[in-house]
Structures are given as C-alpha cells and as structure tokens.
C-alpha cells in the first residue's frame, strides 16, 4: 500500500540523518530501512553514507515526485468513496448536489462496494453538465424538531388554549 508523505514538511536549506527523517514522519511510521532502500535503489541522493545525510531540497523533490506518480485522476462521472477509498460509478447513475458557500458544488452518492457516502467536489459552472451527466436526487435534509414551532413563539402566545386545557377549579366559600 502506499503512503503518502508531506513534502511541505520538510525544510529545503536543511540537511537530515535518516533518523530525523524518520521523526519528521513518525505519525505515518516510516522506518529507517525504507530510506535505506530509497538511497539503495538510487532513487534518493545522499551526502554521507554513514551515516545517511540527505539535503533537504534533495528530500522534498523526491517526495513531491514520488507522491505525484500516485494521484489518479478522476473522469468526470466518478466519485471516491470516503469509507473503502475505492473509485466508483454512482449506484443507478443518481446523486444529490449541495452548494456549498463559496459557490462549488458538492456530489454525493451511495458506494456500491461498501454502501456508505461517496462524494466529489465540482466548479459552480459545471452544473449543466452534471445534470446531463447524472440522475439528480433532491437532497435529504434532516431536521431536529417540530417544523412548525419556530423560536419566536412563546408560552405567552398560548395563553388562551392552556387555559381550555386546565381543570378549572373553583374555590367555594363555606
């Protein structure tokens, strides 16, 4: 499986042991042989052997090339499922669009593999192609609640039907 590691992490008018190298990234656990069989292979230049010094500028260019050599670009009808990771084509060619406040659109469908939510992110001016593209569902929205009490209504509007409501009670002299 690969892993991906933030170049923008590492400092380019630095050097790193493969150790600091390794602390730099310890919450993704690359170890130290990995770097080992990087400066093996010859796919990352060192300054030392021993021990394994590297440049930092040498460091960040191998990352951000080995990094990009696994983006995949997605087509225009397929989303990625944020459960499995996998790359699908909506169940029944059906989603559901949400705008989003700065303008873009947001897709989401059902995963056919995992059956959770799929989803993508679309410029504002590529909704007519969507629509062409897709079968568009209205979105479920769900909201907590009764929709017809609204926050402006008080107990005092209902004064008058509380008062059908009570037992009246009438206090009689003796």
Request: glycine share 2%.
């Amino acid at each position: 499986m690969f892993k991906y590691y933030n170049h923008r992490l590492v400092k380019k008018y630095r050097s790193y042991t493969a150790e600091e190298i390794c602390k730099l990234f310890q919450n993704r656990k690359l170890h130290v042989q990995t770097i080992r069989d990087w400066v093996r292979s010859g796919e990352l230049e060192v300054i030392t052997k021993n021990p394994i010094t590297i440049y930092g500028e040498v460091l960040r260019a191998f990352l951000e090339k080995r990094n990009a050599g696994h983006k995949k670009q997605l087509a225009f009808n397929q989303l990625k499922c944020l459960k499995c990771q996998e790359i699908i084509s909506p169940h029944e060619n059906a989603i559901s669009i949400y705008n989003n406040q700065n303008g873009s659109i947001t897709a989401s469908a059902i995963c056919p593999v995992c059956h959770n939510k799929a989803t993508r992110f679309y410029k504002k001016d590529q909704q007519a192609q969507l629509e062409k593209t897709f079968i568009i569902n209205e979105p479920l929205l769900v909201t907590i609640g009764n929709s017809s009490s609204t926050a402006c209504k008080t107990h005092l509007d209902n004064v008058a039907n509380n008062s059908l409501n009570e037992p009246s009670v009438v206090m009689e002299d003796a």
